[in-house]
């Protein structure tokens, strides 16, 4: 049954090669910058998104002057939301709401690859222990899997020209 998987995508002009944008096969990741007054989640975020960079991608993570490209990553919003509040005035659940900023250019030139934001919002319950630092980590790493997910969406699935469905 998997081979049968497997053929059929390979069929389908589907490649297993770099989902990184074309000609990309090492990049740096920048510290990341945050304009918010959560200190911390730069460091978070940096690390969660070079750790999806080394499992969903086939490219090298380098310093950024052995680097065919630098990622930087800048955190503009983390808003606290209260979500449910009790009948005096306490929160029950509250949740986050992120953006960040995401630039990958070519170190040798500057050139800008690609740029965009990512929004993401996540929730927590208080009385399951979920708190604020609970909520503002799962949102740093569900921003990381989509970060990575949006580099991805340049070449991936892209057919060869010679080969169809």
Request: aromatic content about 4%; glycine content about 8%.
């Amino acid at each position: 049954m998997l081979l049968a998987v497997v053929v059929a995508v390979m069929g389908c002009g589907y490649s297993t090669g770099s989902l990184m944008p074309e000609g990309i096969s090492t990049i740096a990741v920048r510290m990341g910058t945050n304009d918010t007054f959560y200190r911390g989640d730069e460091i978070a975020l940096t690390g969660e998104v070079t750790r999806q960079l080394m499992r969903r991608t086939d490219v090298t993570v380098r310093e950024i002057a052995k680097a065919e490209a630098v990622l930087s990553l800048r955190i503009l919003d983390m808003g606290r939301v209260p979500l449910v509040v009790d009948d005096r005035e306490r929160t029950l659940e509250e949740g986050v709401i992120s953006e960040v900023e995401v630039v990958l250019t070519e170190r040798a030139t500057g050139r800008v690859i690609s740029k965009f934001k990512m929004l993401r919002r996540d929730e927590g319950i208080v009385q399951r222990g979920e708190d604020l630092n609970v909520v503002r980590a799962k949102v740093v790493r569900e921003l990381a899997e989509d970060i990575v997910f949006e580099l991805q969406k340049a070449t991936f699935a892209k057919a060869p020209a010679s080969r169809g469905s």
